[in-house]
T-cell receptor, first 114, second 113 residues
Framework: DSGVTQTPKHLITATGQRVTLRCSPR?????VYWYQQSLDQGLQFLIQ???????AKGNILERFSAQQFPDLHSELNLSSLELGDSALYFC?????????????FGPGTRLTVL | AQSVTQLDSQVPVFEEAPVELRCNYS??????LFWYVQYPNQGLQLLLK??????LVKGINGFEAEFNKSQTSFHLRKPSVHISDTAEYFC???????????FGQGTELSVKP
């Protein structure tokens, strides 16, 4: 158990819909990262927040957005969903934003878009 | 920009045999290197990381990796595998000055009795 929690574990929805994925980092960690894992794209970095502020952006679509709240939990919002958005979405956390920090991964949310 | 190539998508091996999972990277800047493991239906767990110093890095569960700067490689090894090592293994890099963690496509290690 990494100490990072993600809810829900599974999510099944239809094209065009909007969903919110939630992540609670390990106690004391200030950075939160979101990743998407799919069969065709592999594991890709989406976005990073540090202490409530966006710090780095990866291959995140404009239909996707995220935020980190004052209590340091984070939410990833996916809208206008397409079939290709079906994937495993991971959240990770680290103590700071140093590149030497270990990122601890949550168990993931499996999104299925029908 | 950085990229990571894991040379084998699947590696079948018998229990108690040695294994090597190969990873090559490309980067115009200095990088830190990582190996993560993903057990079925679970998140990723850090096995080991190379930041600096000795090029031979020991990690959890008896795994080790060797950083070879001239060959831009970071191969993962274990002298004797167990059935419980069956999982997907990911090599990753991050620029020393920061940025995003770039993952390889993963290597599926399958340990057979």
């Amino acid at each position: 158990d990494s100490g990072v929690t993600q809810t829900p574990k599974h999510l099944i929805t239809a094209t065009g819909q909007r969903v919110t994925l939630r992540c609670s980092p390990r106690s004391g960690d200030l950075s939160v990262y979101w990743y998407q894992q799919s069969l065709d794209q592999g594991l890709q970095f989406l976005i990073q927040y540090y202490n409530g502020e966006e710090r780095a952006k990866g291959n995140i679509l404009e239909r996707f957005s995220a935020q980190q709240f004052p209590d340091l939990h984070s939410e990833l919002n996916l809208s206008s969903l397409e079939l290709g958005d079906s994937a495993l979405y991971f959240c990770a956390s680290s103590v700071s934003q140093r590149s030497t920090d270990t990122q601890y991964f949550g168990p993931g949310t499996r999104l299925t878009v029908l | 920009a950085q990229s990571v190539t894991q040379l084998d998508s699947q590696v079948p091996v018998f229990e108690e045999a040695p294994v090597e999972l190969r990873c090559n990277y490309s980067s115009s800047v200095s990088v830190y290197l990582f190996w993560y493991v993903q057990y079925p239906n679970q998140g990723l767990q850090l096995l080991l990381k190379y930041l600096s110093g000795s090029t031979l890095v020991k990690g959890i569960n008896g795994f080790e990796a060797e950083f070879n700067k001239s060959q831009t490689s970071f191969h993962l090894r274990k002298p004797s595998v167990h059935i419980s090592d069956t999982a997907e293994y990911f090599c990753a890099v991050m620029a020393v000055q920061g940025g995003k963690l770039i993952f390889g496509q993963g290597t599926e290690l399958s340990v057979k009795p």
